[in-house]
């Protein structure tokens, strides 16, 4: 036993010890309860950052206490190792993105070790293996028999010099390619979707079974959805069959339409044209294909578009009424089309005054059918000028003109959803391929089960250009599994939100090679009790698995309804940063004197604050650093202590070091204690009774804290008063000072696990702290015997003394005018008025 607290010597060697004994293997006795804890899986870039170390830090607590309190717990890692940035190793190192992945999996997997997190490494899952993304195709194809799945066209980035697609991310502020520095134009490709649409309602309905989601989540995914009530009506055109169907959340307004507007790439544009707008027209569509759906939609940007020369039908008003394109509706909301209504809808009044198009007023505050405006008026109000409802009020004439429409077939009432469908496909290398064969006879079809995995081929070029890797290699020509005629592999992969969204489901069954898991143990295990990941998976990430999970559950995989019972998103990791002004350009801290911050170049004054730790601002502080200085019990508990786990966290050296040194305090307290007693006596004396209350105050505080809203933060503060309580204790040899040293290595435990144990062992325990039930506390010893009494006069402390916690509302009044202060300050006065308040004080009203 060292005599100094040295974190390298102890954590490896209980790390060893505690694999070695297998501690973390997860429980199959199905008479515990059961507590699945999961942090959100990493991508493995191959360095692990503060981030990720608050997250795994957080979720072990919780997965160490819950074992101590008797559950089988499931705490399970892996990595969602798909997407893009391999495949950009494999460009600029020619590395494969299998090796560049795995190597890098390796690295974060020891660094993830060194934390001490008691993770169940048997079931560590990489998406990237072909034996976890079998099932990740198997799951498509359930997806495609129940028509969930599906291709159509649809519009992407692309790069005319790379001739390749690219992400959302990948295309800059400006519009341009990352990589070749094009102008990104917008092409349509055949795609593949999931039909999310289809659970949209439940989706929405469902956030209400989730009490233990933050209100903030719900809300966004709520507003994704997007549910609204409105009509949709259809615009007959003129001297055609056809119609022009819009959706509107206003039919109240339908009598002041005076135009339709269609996406440009809506199929009705060519046929509504007019020969003499027919160049107009294409210059236009040309112009804005070239435009991200970012571009067209922004508030900001002014809105453009031009004629067709068609004319579209008002079916209420019976009037004529232009048919325009514009830049702002895109064909893939909604029904591709909107009808104009500049009177009462801020964009179309600005665009209806810009193109000199009429504004007919439909809906006043007041009733006045010849009001004119100088804005768009979207306020409720009285209908003028809409032939049999005018004088309603406008509320009441949506549902009305709704009804009407219906009847004379110009429409219908309808909830629609903001929420699109899923576009999955990816024209890349390192992702799932999907299981499908495009045969010229019998069109698409599903790979067989027995085929699966569909293996991505192994030897492959990148260049960056051109499109997916795939398409070049002799692996897409394959025999049709049904007709055996040459047919071709489809060679998109899918997006990597796919593995994310149902590997919680293989956890609980992660090596099975037969199944996607086995219902009965997965159906077991789930839902996950407790979810911890950032605020970033809010909506896509988060929204997915709900789908995934409901439509496995449809099915028949599956036995409930929502995958995550509880989540926390936890805060960001916050580092100081250094800015110039003047050229904007961050500068490392290393070059900065923190007295006097100065650009070391330029001598200019530097701004200081704090933000999310990053590369690009030199702010990071590398958890390696921290493991090799302090340990990694120092590291946890600075990372818990500094700020409740959902709000974000500054990094300080110095708090650091403060953690550093209260371990330090309790090595030195455990390690000088004699340990002669074991039994745990009764508290006899009066500094004996005080002990055994500040124990049993530690155990319900910390317990509470460790439940409901996870106030980790103020937990370790318990453990501080615990620990210094300990320390003032003169009662050294009391069997009360030895339960107070178990105690507080017990509760320490779940936080700081290696330096618990180390103490634990020195106490002469062989079997780990970690298997010791969680403390309980006595009830009767969180009860005072005296309590300190405030003594008052005319609402100004005077003094205050020790009384039995007992004494009723006469005696204390009587041990307060018995006291030194009453003496020395109401002595001789007329004493008008005494205050009582039990428990606390007694107050003198003196003339």
């Known amino acids: 036993m060292e005599s100094r607290y040295n974190p390298a010597a102890i954590e490896e060697k209980w790390q060893q010890t505690w694999a070695d004994l297998g501690l973390d293997k997860t429980s199959t006795d199905s008479t515990k309860p059961k507590f699945y804890a999961l942090s959100m899986f990493p991508y493995p ?42 495949e950009n190793a494999a460009i600029d190192r020619g590395i494969p993105p299998a090796k560049w992945t795995y190597e890098n999996i390796a690295q974060m997997r020891s660094q993830l070790q060194r934390l001490g997190l008691s993770i169940d490494w048997d079931r560590e899952i990489a998406t990237c293996s072909p034996d976890y993304y079998k099932w990740t195709q198997w799951i498509f194809l359930q997806f495609l028999k129940a028509g969930l799945a599906y291709q159509k066209e649809a519009a992407v980035n692309w790069d005319p010099i790379d001739q390749t697609v690219l992400a959302n991310e990948q295309v800059d502020s400006e519009g341009r390619s990352w990589r070749s520095g094009a102008k990104v134009e917008r092409k349509l490709l055949r795609q593949w979707f999931l039909k999310i649409t289809a659970y949209a309602e439940e989706l929405l309905n469902d956030l209400d079974k989730l009490p233990g989601w933050p209100e903030r989540v719900k809300l966004m995914q709520a507003n994704w959805i997007g549910q609204s009530t409105g009509a949709y009506l259809e615009f007959p055109i003129v001297n055609q069959s056809e119609k022009i169907g819009v959706y509107t959340t206003r039919p109240d307004t339908v009598y002041g339409v005076t135009y339709v507007v269609l996406a440009p790439e809506h199929p009705l544009t060519q046929r509504v044209t007019t020969p003499n707008q027919q160049a107009a027209v294409a210059a236009f569509i040309q112009e804005v294909a070239n435009q991200s759906e970012l571009e067209r939609t922004a508030e900001d940007k002014p809105k453009r578009g031009i004629p067709t020369g068609g004319m579209a039908i008002n079916p209420f008003t019976k009037e004529e009424i232009p048919i325009w394109i514009a830049d702002y509706v895109l064909y893939e909301y909604g029904t591709g089309a909107v009808m104009g209504v500049p009177a009462h809808d801020v964009r179309d009044f600005k665009f209806a005054t810009e193109q000199n198009l009429p504004i007919k007023v439909v809906i006043t505050p007041a009733g006045d059918a010849s009001a004119r405006l100088t804005a768009a008026y979207v306020e409720p109000g009285i209908v003028v000028n809409s032939g049999e409802f005018d004088r309603m009020v406008s509320t009441q004439a949506k549902s009305a003109i709704v009804q009407y429409a219906e009847q004379q077939g110009y429409g219908a009432a309808r909830v629609q959803y903001r929420l699109r469908d899923w576009l999955i496909s990816r024209q890349r290398y390192w992702g799932a391929p999907i299981p499908v064969i495009h045969c010229s006879h019998c069109g698409i079809v599903p790979v067989p089960d027995a085929d699966l995995p569909v293996k991505l081929p192994e030897k492959v070029a990148f260049s960056g250009r051109g499109g997916s890797p795939l398409t070049q290699l002799d692996w897409v020509n394959v025999p049709c599994p049904t007709c055996g005629t040459p047919a071709k592999r489809e060679t998109d992969t899918m997006d990597t939100f796919i593995d994310s969204s149902w590997y919680y489901l293989r956890y609980p069954d992660a090596k099975n090679a037969q199944q996607v898991f086995d219902p009965a143990k997965t159906n077991d295990w789930m839902a996950v009790d407790q979810y911890v990941g950032g605020i970033e998976h809010a909506i896509l990430h988060l929204l997915y698995s709900r789908f995934f999970t409901k439509v496995l559950r449809d099915c028949k995989l599956l036995n409930f309804d929502e995958p995550f019972e509880r989540l926390l998103t936890q805060g960001m990791v916050q580092g100081m940063t250094y800015k110039n002004p003047v050229t904007g350009k961050y500068i490392p801290s290393a070059q900065v004197n923190p007295v006097e911050p100065k650009d070391p170049e330029t001598g200019e004054a530097l701004q200081v604050f704090y933000e999310k730790m990053s590369k690009s601002k030199y702010n990071g502080v590398d958890p390696q650093e921290v493991l090799a200085k302090y340990g990694a019990d120092t590291a946890r508990m600075f990372i818990l202590f500094k700020a409740p786990p959902e709000k974000d966290l500054e990094w300080e050296d110095a708090d650091v070091e403060g953690q550093f040194r209260f371990l330090n305090r309790v090595w030195r307290l455990v390690t000088d204690f004699s340990n002669q007693p074991s039994a745990l006596g009764n508290a006899q004396s009066k500094s004996e009774k005080e002990l055994r209350r500040a124990i049993h105050t530690a155990i319900k505080a910390v317990t509470e804290d460790l439940e409901g809203e996870y106030q980790l933060n103020t937990a370790i503060s318990e453990l501080m008063k615990l620990s210094n309580a300990i320390t003032d204790a003169p009662c050294k040899d009391s069997p009360i000072y030895a339960e107070g040293i178990q105690t507080l290595l017990m509760l320490l435990a779940p936080f700081a696990p290696h330096i618990a144990e180390e103490l634990w062992h020195t106490l002469g325990h062989t079997a780990s702290v970690h298997v010791q039930p969680w403390a309980k506390y006595d009830e009767s010893a969180l009860v005072a015997d005296e309590i300190t009494l405030v003594i008052q006069v005319n609402g100004k402390k005077r003094g205050d003394l020790q009384v039995p916690a007992q004494a009723d509302k006469a005696e204390l009044e009587k041990f307060a005018r018995e006291s030194e202060a009453a003496q020395r300050y109401v002595e001789g006065k007329q004493v008008k008025k005494v205050i009582v308040v039990p428990g606390k004080l007694v107050n003198f009203v003196v003339g």
């Open 45 to 86: 870039s191959g360095s692990l950052h503060m981030g990720h170390v608050r997250n795994y830090v957080i979720t072990d607590v919780i997965a160490r206490q819950k074992r101590m309190q008797g559950y089988r717990v499931l705490h399970p890692m892996g990595w969602d190792a798909f997407g893009l940035p391999a």
